[in-house]
């Protein structure tokens, strides 16, 4: 299995990036997936997920109203697209699938992960 994850970038406060993850190895419309960060000295947290049908989604309160995931099930892709961007936003973005096909929040329960791609905004 591999999730390979792109899109990030160096982009200015309050501008917008659009990061891509691309599945393979597994039946990708199986799983529910998500977004995790993780920025310098602190722990991967939560972004968003979205379950295997597209129909349920759940975000961080942190990037509530700014950032969008959504899923391509055909194209075995999941993205996250965020908008107003801030500097606090700057981390390493990871995708992620669990076998369970819901909305998943805890990081212990996704069983995939992608390599990781670097977003920093800054001010």
């Known amino acids: 299995v591999q999730l390979q994850a792109s899109g990030g970038g160096l982009v200015q406060a309050g501008g917008s990036l659009r990061l891509s993850c691309v599945a393979s190895?597994?039946?990708?419309?199986?799983?529910?997936v998500g977004w995790f960060r993780q920025a310098p000295g602190k722990e991967r947290e939560f972004v968003a997920a979205?379950?295997?049908?597209?129909?349920?989604?759940y975000y961080a309160d942190a990037v509530k109203g700014r950032f969008t995931i959504s899923r391509d099930n055909a194209k075995k892709t999941m993205y996250l697209q965020m908008n107003s961007l801030k500097p606090e936003d700057t981390a390493v973005y990871y995708c992620a699938a669990t076998g369970y096909g819901r909305v998943v929040v805890p990081i212990n329960q996704y069983d995939y992960w992608g390599q990781g791609t670097q977003v920093t905004v800054s001010s």
């Open positions: 190895g597994l039946t990708f419309s199986n799983y529910g």
């Open positions: 979205i379950s295997w049908s597209g129909g349920s989604t």
